[in-house]
């Protein structure tokens, strides 16, 4: 089946929904019967109400992206694994540290992801404030040395 290339609201509004629920743009241009992704800037650099669309719906995907840290967070379910010996009885339980490494890399990306996507919202606060005044404090020396 042929990528669609012609431009389609009801197609521009499932993209935007799906990119709002999280999905990348790459997935879903890779899904049948959706455009490629170089069709889809294309219609973003045509189409001034799709790009709106497509804004709104990459703001909605790092409050998405917020939602799957959290539930990354709180699976513990691969935490743990239960070790065997040689006879296959059980003799007790480990820590998985590749689980736990891919969940922390899976919320890092994702909070990253959100930071560039909303960086009002999910970027670091750095405090700029300076307000460029010098405070002197005055030492009275005695003798040549500091009092």
Excluded at 123 to 135: F, R
Aim: hydrophobic content about 35%; aromatic content about 8%.
């Amino acid at each position: 089946m042929a990528r669609p290339t012609i431009y389609s609201e009801e197609l521009a509004n499932t993209i935007c929904e799906r990119i709002a629920d999280g999905e990348s743009l790459r997935s879903i241009c890779d899904d049948e019967g959706f455009p490629s992704k170089s069709t889809v800037f294309a219609w973003l650099a045509d189409n001034e109400r799709f790009r709106t669309k497509y804004a709104h719906a990459r703001e909605a995907q790092a409050d998405a992206l917020f939602d799957e840290m959290l539930d990354i967070a709180d699976d513990g379910r691969n935490d743990w694994m239960e070790r065997k010996n040689a006879d296959g009885e059980s003799i007790g339980w480990q820590e998985n540290g590749e689980a736990l490494r891919r969940s922390d890399l899976r919320i890092k990306t994702r909070q990253w992801m959100a930071s560039k996507l909303l960086p009002k919202k999910y970027g670091e606060k750095l405090d700029l404030n300076v307000d460029g005044k010098l405070t002197l404090t005055p030492q009275i020396s005695i003798n040549g040395k500091p009092g």
